[in-house]
């Protein structure tokens, strides 16, 4: 059987079945060089990839050690800072005593104002404010309140509510001085 070629030759059946395996053997040899090609050109890209990733944790790493360096000079600075401002703080404390001021611990009692006044804290601050006992006279106060207690009738003592916390209260009482008749 023979067959025809578009250049209008005849063929035999063997020369056409070597021709289409030849066809199929290049083909497949295509296919498979470009699959190595591939394969390798896809390495190449990956190695640039694990290249370029191992130099960005090098720098990374040497960047990191940096601000380390930075965040521990920092907090060295600022634990010095923090214990010159308590220094300072102490100091001034001791220089400039606030006039007529106490400290009153919860159920602690004192005598101010020149023996006019018994100011007293009963219970623990809370929340809502302090009790406060003046002359024996309790009264719910918050910061900043100011108490007039009448000692006689010529003299009004104030007993005025500084700040507060769990442990503390600050007070402030003073009496201003009777005036002259």
Same mark, same amino acid.
């Given at each position: 059987?023979? #067959?025809?070629?578009?250049?209008?030759?005849?063929?035999?059946?063997?020369?056409?079945?070597?021709?289409?395996?030849?066809?199929? /053997?290049?083909?497949?040899?295509?296919?498979?060089?470009?699959?190595?090609? !591939?394969? @390798? %050109?896809?390495? %190449?890209?990956? %190695?640039?990839? &694990?290249? *370029?990733?191992?130099?960005?944790?090098?720098? %990374?790493?040497? #960047?990191?050690? #940096? /601000?380390?360096? =930075?965040?521990?000079?920092?907090?060295?600075?600022? #634990?010095?800072?923090?214990?010159?401002?308590?220094?300072?703080?102490?100091? /001034?404390?001791?220089?400039?005593?606030?006039?007529?001021?106490?400290?009153?611990?919860?159920? =602690?009692?004192?005598?101010?104002?020149?023996?006019?006044?018994?100011?007293? /804290?009963?219970?623990?601050?809370?929340?809502?404010?302090?009790?406060?006992?003046?002359?024996?006279? +309790? +009264?719910?106060?918050?910061? !900043? *309140?100011? &108490?007039?207690?009448?000692?006689?009738?010529?003299?009004?003592?104030?007993?005025?509510?500084?700040?507060?916390?769990?442990?503390?209260?600050?007070?402030? @009482?003073?009496?201003?001085?009777?005036?002259?008749?």
């Amino acid at each position: 059987m023979s #067959e025809r070629v578009e250049t209008g030759r005849t063929i035999g059946r063997s020369a056409w079945l070597y021709a289409s395996r030849s066809r199929g /053997l290049i083909g497949a040899a295509l296919l498979l060089g470009g699959a190595v090609v !591939g394969f @390798a %050109y896809r390495g %190449y890209v990956d %190695y640039l990839d &694990i290249r *370029d990733s191992n130099q960005r944790v090098v720098q %990374y790493r040497s #960047e990191t050690r #940096e /601000l380390r360096a =930075q965040i521990n000079d920092q907090n060295a600075k600022i #634990e010095a800072l923090q214990t010159r401002l308590t220094s300072i703080k102490a100091a /001034l404390d001791a220089i400039m005593p606030s006039k007529d001021t106490y400290s009153l611990n919860p159920n =602690q009692s004192i005598i101010a104002a020149d023996g006019r006044l018994t100011v007293g /804290l009963v219970g623990v601050p809370s929340n809502k404010g302090i009790i406060v006992n003046v002359n024996g006279k +309790q +009264q719910l106060a918050m910061a !900043g *309140d100011v &108490i007039d207690i009448a000692v006689d009738p010529s003299i009004t003592c104030q007993v005025r509510v500084q700040s507060f916390d769990m442990f503390k209260a600050i007070l402030t @009482a003073s009496c201003p001085a009777a005036a002259p008749r």
